[in-house]
T-cell receptor
Framework: DADVTQTPRNRITKTGKRIMLECSQTKGHDRMYWYRQDPGLGLRLIYYSFDVKDINKGEISDGYSVSRQAQAKFSLSLESAIPNQTALYFC????????????????FGPGTRLTVL | AQSVTQLGSHVSVSEGALVLLRCNYSSSVPPYLFWYVQYPNQGLQLLLKYTTGATLVKGINGFEAEFKKSETSFHLTKPSAHMSDAAEYFCAVTGGNNRKLIWGLGTSLAVNP
């Protein structure tokens, strides 16, 4: 079974609709991230969370919101989708073991391809 | 502020040829450096990482990278390309407070028969 799962894997929606993308993990990691990937723009961080009560904006949070329902679940919402939010969305997790002096790698889900018409 | 530059958005090599993907970074603190690979229609997976210690780091699938502080580089190499290496490769560096990663824009590697 996959350690980081994302649902749905593909979604087509219309402008103005509310959309929720879900991420679940079984790795026991406390840190979770949402990215979007666009051709030629690499990965851009939308939001990140270090625990249920610690949620932070990334570089492109406008138009998005998140909810950390539990340590294992981190959802991304588009309250009113617009066409330029068409992208590939990735969730990632990371362990905090080792403290602030270390940095463990991030583990990625398979992605959600979102198309906003 | 930390930043990452990947030179060449597209690299094409012949099967069996050397693979060299370039990554330069800027960091105000000792960096942790990562290379990730993204195969078509998949998420990203870690190839290798440098934290401390030996500057030549070996990763999966025959890839390696060398941390050169004087050149602020962390180039990825593989002696002999295989068709299965065709993918998107991303270099990343930790942010100054180690709270997140700073990503390069990626290099798409094509391997020709």
């Amino acid at each position: 079974d996959a350690d980081v799962t994302q649902t749905p894997r593909n979604r087509i929606t219309k402008t103005g609709k509310r959309i929720m993308l879900e991420c679940s993990q079984t790795k026991g990691h406390d840190r979770m991230y949402w990215y979007r990937q666009d051709p030629g723009l690499g990965l851009r961080l939308i939001y990140y969370s270090f625990d249920v009560k610690d949620i932070n904006k990334g570089e492109i949070s406008d138009g998005y919101s998140v909810s950390r329902q539990a340590q294992a679940k981190f959802s991304l919402s588009l309250e009113s989708a617009i066409p330029n939010q068409t992208a590939l969305y990735f969730c990632a997790t990371r362990s905090n073991s080792g403290g602030v002096s270390s940095y463990n790698e991030q583990f990625f889900g398979p992605g959600t391809r979102l198309t906003v018409l | 502020a930390q930043s990452v530059t990947q030179l060449g958005s597209h690299v094409s090599v012949s099967e069996g040829a050397l693979v060299l993907l370039r990554c330069n970074y800027s960091s105000s603190v000792p960096p942790y450096l990562f290379w990730y690979v993204q195969y078509p229609n998949q998420g990203l997976q870690l190839l290798l990482k440098y934290t401390t210690g030996a500057t030549l780091v070996k990763g999966i699938n025959g890839f390696e990278a060398e941390f050169k502080k004087s050149e602020t580089s962390f180039h990825l190499t593989k002696p002999s390309a295989h068709m299965s290496d065709a993918a998107e490769y991303f270099c990343a560096v930790t942010g100054g407070n180690n709270r997140k990663l700073i990503w390069g824009l990626g290099t798409s590697l094509a391997v020709n028969p």
